[in-house]
C-alpha cells in the first residue's frame, strides 16, 4: 500500500468526507488507514473485530457489536475484497437498523431480487397450473415470439447488430430482409416448456392458432415453427398480413368473429397485446415471462445493459437458455434463481470469463511470437482444455499447449539449493502465521524437530532472526534436500521435453513462484496472467515487461473493481485441476502430490459446464465475449438473488498447504 493506493482509496470514499466511520478488522489494511488518519476523507472513530471486543489498537479503541450505534453508522470492512463476502455476511444483519457498510473499494454489497417485477402469481405459475387451464378450453391459441420461441442472442435488437456484422450484405430492401430472416430462423430456439404444452395440446384433440404481431409472412412463420418442432396446428393469424394487430385490438376483434372467445386460451408474455386487450374481448388468458424478464427480475439488468458485441450477446442468449428457457424457472423458488448443479454453475459464472481469458492469452501469445504456452499447475488446468476447443474450432495455427506441473512449493523447495537460495525463498514467502517449524516443512519440505525457537511464529520474530536461526540449525538438511528436488525437476523438464523457449499462464500472481523458476531454468519468459498484484517481496530480474495482464484493475486486493480479481479465491477454487499441489518430482521426473482430503467430483461438473459454454459460443461466434460482460455475469455468484444450493458450494475449497489454509467457501 502506497501513495497511489491511497489516491485510490480516497477517491472511493469522498463521499464519506468527514464522517464518523468503524473499521472492521484488525489487518494490514486498518494499521495503514490508521497510521494515515489524517489523509483519508472520513474520521476513524473505532474498531470492530470478530473475536476482540474491548482494548485497543493502532491508537483506537476496539468495540463490541452492541457499542456500533454510539459511535458511527457507517462501518468500512478492511479487509482484502476475497474476504470481504464473508465478512458481510456475518455483520449484514446490522443494516436493518439503519448501518451503511462498504468495501474497501467503496462499493456496497448489493444484488437484491427486483421484487417489482415478480408477483405472486408469477411464482406460483408452473407446467401443471397452464395445462390444467388448457384442459378448460377448446381452443388454444399462442404467441409466437418470446412465448413459443426464444432467441439464441436473447434481445431483438441483437439481431442487427450480429446481422451488420455479416460480411457481403445485399444492398436491396427485399434481399436484405430474406437475409435478415435467415439469420433469424438460424437464431430462434423453442422454449422447451411450450413446446410440451403445444404437443399436449394437440394429444388430447385441441385447435391450436398462433397470433403473431410480426412484420414476417404466415409463410416464413410457419417455416421457423416447423423448424422448431411446432407441427400440426390450425392456423397462423400475423400482423403483417392481416394489417391487423395485437396491440391496436383490431387483430382480437377480427378473432372474436371467427371464434367463441370463451373456447380459447390465449398464452403468452407480453400483459398488453397478450392478457389485458384480449380480455376485453371476452378471451382467457395465461401471461408467462419472458426469458428477458425472468433475467431482469433476478438481478441481471447490469450484464444485459453490458451486452454489445455479438458474442456478448451470444453468451447472453446462452446462459437465459439455461436458466430461463422455462417461463416458469422461479416456480417455488420465492423468486431466487436456484443452481444446483455444478455444470450450470460452471457454464453461467464461468464459462464466458474463461472463455474471453483464454482468448485473450491466445491471441496475446501469437502476438508475441510464442511457439509453445505452458498452462502452469494447477489454476491452468481447465484452460488448457478451453485453449485446445478454440483452438481446434477455428483451426488456428497457434502456440503449442502443454499443461505443466510446477507449484509454490516445488520451485522454492528446489532453489534452495546455497545460502541465497534459502534466503531468497524467506524473502519472497515468509508467512507471520506460520511457526517457524512449520514453514521449514512447507517451504523446503524438511521436517526438523521442535525446539523452544521453531515453535513460536514467524510474526514474533524479525525476518533477519528467522533467517540466521535457518542457516545456523537446518542449512545442511535443506540444502542437501533442495539438490534433490533440483536434479528431480531438471528430470522432469527433460521427460516432458519442455522447450527452452516458451510462454507461460497463471492465474492471480505476485512474480515470487516465476522469479524462483527463472532460476531453475536459467532464463526468463512471458507470463500471461489475469492479473499480477504488486509484491515488495518479489523484484524479478525481468521486471515487469515480461509479464501481461488481461485485467489491469486488481493490482490491489482492496481497491479492484474487478469482480474476480475481488473475489479470486472463488476462481482459485473452481480453476483448480483433481490432483493436489506438486510437491516435488522423483527421481524419474514424476510429479508428486499432496493427498486431497476432500471430494473434487463437483469441480469436474463446473468445469464440464466451463467446457461446454466454449463449444456452444464457438457454435455461433469466433469471438470472445467482452471482459466487462463476463466479469458482471461473474458477479452475480454474490446477488442475493441467486441460490446456489450446496450441493455445489460444498466443493468450493480454498486449500493453500504452503501456507496452511484450508476453508470452505461461502457465497
Not at 485510490?8 to 464519506?16: D, G, P, Y
Not at 518479489?538 to 469482480?563: E, H, L, R, V, W
Request: charged share 20%; proline share 3%; glycine share 6%.
Amino acid at each position: 500500500m502506497d501513495h497511489e493506493f491511497l489516491q485510490q482509496f480516497n477517491k472511493s470514499f469522498a463521499r464519506l468526507s468527514g464522517e464518523p466511520v468503524i473499521l472492521y478488522g484488525l489487518g494490514p489494511l486498518t494499521k495503514f488507514l490508521a497510521e494515515n488518519a489524517g489523509l483519508i476523507p472520513f474520521k476513524i472513530v473505532a474498531l470492530l473485530d470478530r473475536d476482540l471486543t474491548s482494548g485497543s489498537m493502532y491508537g483506537f479503541d476496539i468495540i463490541s457489536i452492541e457499542q456500533i450505534e454510539q459511535y458511527s453508522r457507517n462501518i468500512v470492512i478492511a479487509a482484502q475484497l476475497s474476504n470481504c463476502r464473508m465478512i458481510y455476511k456475518r455483520i449484514s444483519y446490522l443494516e436493518k437498523n439503519g448501518v451503511s457498510i462498504f468495501y474497501p473499494n467503496g462499493n456496497q454489497p448489493k444484488g437484491a431480487t427486483d421484487s417489482s417485477l415478480l408477483s405472486t402469481e408469477d411464482l406460483e405459475k408452473s407446467k401443471d397450473l397452464l395445462f390444467a387451464a388448457m384442459d378448460k378450453h377448446d381452443i388454444i391459441s399462442f404467441d409466437i415470439f418470446d412465448t413459443a420461441l426464444m432467441r439464441k442472442c436473447l434481445l431483438p435488437d441483437a439481431v442487427s447488430t450480429i446481422l451488420n456484422e455479416q460480411p457481403n450484405l445485399p444492398s436491396e430492401q427485399s434481399a436484405m430482409m430474406e437475409t435478415k430472416f435467415a439469420l433469424e430462423k438460424e437464431l430462434l430456439i423453442p422454449r422447451a416448456d411450450i413446446l410440451d404444452a403445444f404437443n399436449y395440446a394437440k394429444s388430447k384433440g385441441k385447435k391450436i392458432i398462433f397470433a403473431s404481431d410480426m412484420y414476417y409472412s404466415k409463410k416464413q412463420l410457419s417455416d421457423v415453427l416447423l423448424h422448431n418442432g411446432y407441427n400440426g396446428y390450425s392456423d397462423i393469424f400475423v400482423s403483417s398480413e392481416l394489417k391487423k394487430s395485437k396491440e391496436s385490438g383490431e387483430l382480437w376483434e377480427y378473432l372474436s368473429t371467427l371464434y367463441r372467445p370463451e373456447q380459447v386460451l390465449h398464452i403468452g408474455d407480453h400483459q398488453l397485446c397478450d392478457c389485458l386487450i384480449p380480455e376485453k374481448f371476452g378471451f382467457t388468458t395465461f401471461y408467462i415471462k419472458s426469458s428477458l424478464e425472468l433475467m431482469q427480475a433476478t438481478g441481471f439488468d447490469d450484464v444485459i445493459s453490458a451486452a454489445s458485441t455479438p458474442a456478448d450477446y451470444f453468451a447472453l442468449g446462452l446462459v437465459a437458455d439455461k436458466l430461463f428457457n422455462s417461463p416458469f424457472a422461479l416456480h417455488g423458488t420465492h423468486g431466487k434463481l436456484r443452481i444446483d448443479s455444478g455444470f450450470l454453475f460452471g457454464y453461467t459464472f464461468f464459462g464466458s470469463l474463461t472463455s474471453s481469458f483464454v482468448r485473450w492469452i491466445l491471441d496475446s501469445a501469437c502476438e508475441n511470437k510464442e511457439e509453445s504456452l505452458l498452462f502452469f499447475g494447477r489454476d491452468g488446468y481447465i484452460w488448457s482444455k478451453v485453449y485446445d476447443v478454440i483452438t481446434d474450432s477455428l483451426g488456428l495455427t497457434a502456440p503449442v499447449n502443454k499443461y505443466f506441473y510446477t507449484s509454490r512449493r516445488a520451485v522454492s523447495g528446489a532453489s534452495a539449493i546455497d545460502e541465497n537460495g534459502i534466503a531468497l525463498v524467506l524473502q519472497l514467502y515468509m508467512n507471520g502465521n506460520l511457526t517457524i517449524q512449520k514453514m521449514i516443512l512447507n517451504f523446503f519440505g524438511v521436517e526438523v524437530p521442535l525446539d523452544h525457537i521453531n515453535k513460536v511464529k514467524c510474526n514474533q520474530m524479525n525476518a533477519r532472526d528467522i533467517l540466521d536461526y535457518v542457516l545456523d540449525n537446518h542449512k545442511d538438511a535443506i540444502i542437501s534436500n533442495a539438490r534433490m528436488e533440483l536434479e528431480n525437476f531438471k528430470a522432469y523438464l527433460k521427460r516432458e521435453r519442455i522447450p527452452e523457449s516458451f510462454g507461460a499462464t497463471d492465474f492471480v500472481i505476485s512474480g515470487r513462484t516465476q522469479q524462483l523458476l527463472e532460476k531453475i531454468l536459467g532464463h526468463s519468459f512471458h507470463t500471461y496472467c489475469y492479473t499480477k498484484t504488486t509484491s515488495k517481496e518479489a523484484s524479478a530480474s525481468n521486471g515487469d515487461s515480461n509479464y501481461f495482464q488481461y485485467c489491469t484493475d486488481s493490482s490491489s486486493p482492496y481497491t479492484t473493481k474487478d469482480s474476480l480479481g475481488a473475489s479470486h479465491v472463488f476462481g482459485e477454487a473452481v480453476y483448480t485441476a483433481p490432483h493436489g499441489q506438486v510437491l516435488c518430482f522423483d527421481k524419474n521426473g514424476g510429479p508428486v502430490f499432496e493427498t486431497l482430503e476432500y471430494d473434487v467430483s463437483q469441480i469436474a461438473n463446473i468445469h464440464s459446464g466451463i467446457l461446454a459454454f466454449a463449444k456452444d459460443m464457438l457454435t455461433h461466434v469466433d469471438a470472445a465475449p467482452s471482459r466487462q460482460f463476463s466479469d458482471l455475469l461473474y458477479a452475480k455468484i454474490f446477488s442475493n438473488s441467486i441460490a446456489i444450493t450446496e450441493k455445489v458450494t460444498d466443493s468450493l475449497m480454498c486449500i493453500d498447504s504452503f501456507n496452511d489454509v484450508k476453508e470452505r467457501l461461502t457465497i
